[in-house]
C-alpha cells in the first residue's frame, strides 16, 4: 500500500501533530534542534522531517537523554537526512517500549497519529504495545505511535507486526544487556583505577548512549544492503543455473 506525501505543515498543526509546545517547538528550533520552517512570505511551513525529528527528541528525552547528549546525536543526522531515516534511528533507539505516558481519547488519538483508525487499527496498535485502552480512553506510548502507523500503513497483517515486535524486544534487550556487560568489565574497571569522578563517569555514559545507538544504526543499514545483494547474487545465479539445464 502507497503512503500518501505527508502535506506541509502550519505552526499549529504541527503542534498538534507532535503534542509539543509553541515554545518548546521554537526553542528547539533556536538551538539548532530543529531545521527552521519553509519560509514563504509571512507564512512558516513545516514538513515530515521536522515531525519526525521532534518523534526522535521526545524518544531520547525518553531514554534520560540530557539535553546536551540529544543537541549531539542530532548533529550526527544530516540535514537532508528522510523522514524514514530518522525513523530508522527511532526504530532502533528503543523499539516498542513500554511506557504508556500520554492519555488521550479517539478523536486525540486520530489527530496525532495524522489519520482515523479503525477498530483493527487499534487492534494492531493495542497488540504492538502502544495503545492501552480503558474505558472510551486510550493510554498512549505516543513517542511510538508514528512508527506504528507508517506499519499499519503497509497493511501488514496484525500477525506480522507483532512477530516484528517480538524480534525487536528480543534483540534489542540483549544488546543493551551486553553492552552494559562490556562498559561494566571493560569500561568501569579502568575509571575506578584513574579515579575518575562521578560527573565525568556520567558524562561518559550519557555520550555512550548516542554512540552506540549510532554504531547500531549503521550495523543494521549495512545488514540490509549486504542481504539485498547476496539474494540478488543467488538470484543471479539460480537464473544461470537455469538456462544451463535447459
Not at 544530516?78 to 478523536?107: F, G, K, V
Request: proline fraction near 6%; avoid cysteine.
Amino acid at each position: 500500500m502507497s503512503q500518501t506525501p505527508m502535506p506541509e505543515l502550519t505552526l499549529n498543526e504541527l503542534v498538534a501533530r507532535s503534542g509539543l509546545a509553541v515554545r518548546t517547538i521554537r526553542f528547539y528550533t533556536g538551538r539548532g534542534m530543529l531545521p527552521a520552517p519553509i519560509r514563504r512570505g509571512r507564512s512558516a511551513y513545516y514538513t515530515a522531517d521536522h515531525l519526525a525529528r521532534l518523534e526522535l527528541v521526545r524518544e531520547l528525552q525518553a531514554h534520560g537523554f540530557t539535553l546536551a547528549a540529544i543537541e549531539s546525536y542530532l548533529a550526527r543526522i544530516p540535514q537532508d537526512a528522510s523522514p524514514e531515516t530518522i525513523a530508522l534511528h527511532r526504530t532502533l533507539l528503543a523499539p516498542w517500549m513500554p511506557d504508556l505516558p500520554e492519555i488521550l481519547a479517539l478523536p486525540q488519538l486520530e489527530e496525532r497519529a495524522g489519520r482515523s483508525l479503525s477498530q483493527d487499527d487499534l487492534d494492531t496498535l493495542q497488540a504492538l504495545g502502544i495503545v492501552q485502552p480503558e474505558g472510551d480512553r486510550y493510554h498512549v506510548a505516543v513517542a511510538h505511535l508514528s512508527v506504528a502507523v507508517s506499519i499499519l500503513d503497509l497493511g501488514l497483517p496484525k500477525s506480522a507486526a507483532v512477530a516484528a515486535q517480538a524480534i525487536f524486544t528480543a534483540h534489542g534487550r540483549a544488546i543493551a544487556d551486553e553492552l552494559t556487560e562490556v562498559f561494566r568489565t571493560l569500561v568501569w574497571p579502568v575509571y575506578k583505577q584513574a579515579d575518575v569522578p562521578a560527573d565525568q563517569l556520567r558524562e561518559t555514559v550519557e555520550r555512550f548512549k548516542p554512540l552506540t545507538i549510532a554504531a547500531l544504526v549503521t550495523a543494521y543499514e549495512t545488514a540490509v544492503n549486504e542481504t539485498k545483494r547476496e539474494a540478488a547474487a543467488r538470484r543471479t545465479s539460480d537464473d544461470a543455473d537455469g538456462i544451463t539445464t535447459a
